[in-house]
């Protein structure tokens, strides 16, 4: 069964830093990449994704997460944070032999101080 | 167009009660998923249908059934609630129309549950 890491389960930045959250899953196979965000009291909602084609992804509100097969990564950034990011924040895969079936990292916790 | 429903939003239960939780979806998708958020932890698929009159089991089944109503209607239901079930429990759904053929999965609001 696939895994999925993210290793920093708190960041705390000021605004205007540049963010990169860590995401590393475990399935060799074909894989279908995602990142979900969580803001306070409010329900998951997609920030990007990736299938396949360009492994740079572009997502809503200026986050990017880049795809290295080479390294199983799916490591998630923004050049410049702001007040409205601080948020909890989801990688989560799907394996190519798992049907509709997503496996969650255990959440980075992103707070930005303004 | 209200996406997935939940209800209720909150519940306490004591341990050995049952409860159904509830989950509705108006965008006319296939699949349907229950999860659960611990802290740390991410979130756990409980169950899952991935059409209509299909149910399977996802990583954490235990303690739990469900039922696929409708197309629309997907519920969960604790039969002997136990301390170890308190969390935030998550109803999604997607098209999925393929099921080698990942869709994005739309979210409800969360349903925190509480058993003493």
């Known amino acids: 069964a696939q895994s999925v890491s993210q290793h920093n389960h708190h960041v705390i930045l000021s605004e205007a830093a540049s963010l990169e959250l860590g995401c590393n899953y475990s399935y060799g196979g074909t894989v279908n990449l995602f990142w979900y965000v969580q803001y306070p009291g409010q329900h998951l909602q997609l920030l990007l994704k990736y299938f396949s084609g360009d492994p740079l992804v572009k997502g809503i509100k200026g986050f990017e997460a880049e795809f290295i097969k080479s390294k199983f990564s799916f490591n998630l950034r923004k050049p410049s944070v702001q007040w409205s990011d601080t948020a909890e924040y989801f990688c989560?895969?799907?394996?190519?032999?798992?049907?509709?079936?997503?496996?969650f990292g255990g959440g980075t916790r992103l707070m930005v101080k303004p | 167009n209200a996406g997935v429903t939940q209800t209720p939003k909150f519940q306490v239960l004591k341990t050995g009660q049952s409860m159904t939780l509830q989950c509705a979806q108006d965008m006319n998708h296939n699949s349907m998923y229950w999860y659960r958020q611990d802290p740390g932890m991410g979130l756990r698929l409980i169950y899952y249908s991935a059409s209509e009159g299909t149910t399977d089991k996802g990583e954490v089944p235990n303690g739990y059934n469900v039922s696929r109503l409708n197309k629309r209607e997907f519920s969960l239901r604790l039969e002997s609630a136990a301390p170890s079930q308190t969390s935030v429990y998550f109803c999604a759904s997607s098209y999925g129309v393929a099921r080698t053929v990942q869709e994005t999965q739309y979210f409800g609001p969360g349903t925190r549950l509480l058993v003493l």
């Open positions: 989560a895969v799907n394996a190519g032999n798992a049907g509709n079936m997503l496996t």
